[in-house]
């Protein structure tokens, strides 16, 4: 079945991101600075959650950016 996120793309606190179906899987990729990035992969086919999958989304740069910011303090 395929992702409902399959080429849904956007720019969320100035990281571009796009998701791409692989079969029965759709990565999350991410731009940060030229820098192709593999943030998620995952089963996100159900309609039902698809507000969540989007949040879901923001979350995941959201960890993405703490992370980077952390280890820049280190």
């Known amino acids: 079945m395929k992702s409902i996120l399959d080429g849904n793309k956007g720019v969320y606190r100035g990281i571009s991101y796009v998701w791409i179906a692989d079969g029965d899987v759709v990565h999350l990729y991410i731009n940060d600075h030229g820098k192709t990035i593999l943030l998620d ?14 949040a879901m989304t923001k979350c995941l740069i959201d960890v993405y950016l703490s992370e980077k910011e952390t280890e820049s303090m280190l």
């Open 41 to 54: 992969t995952g089963h996100y086919t159900q309609k039902r959650f698809e507000q969540a999958y989007y």
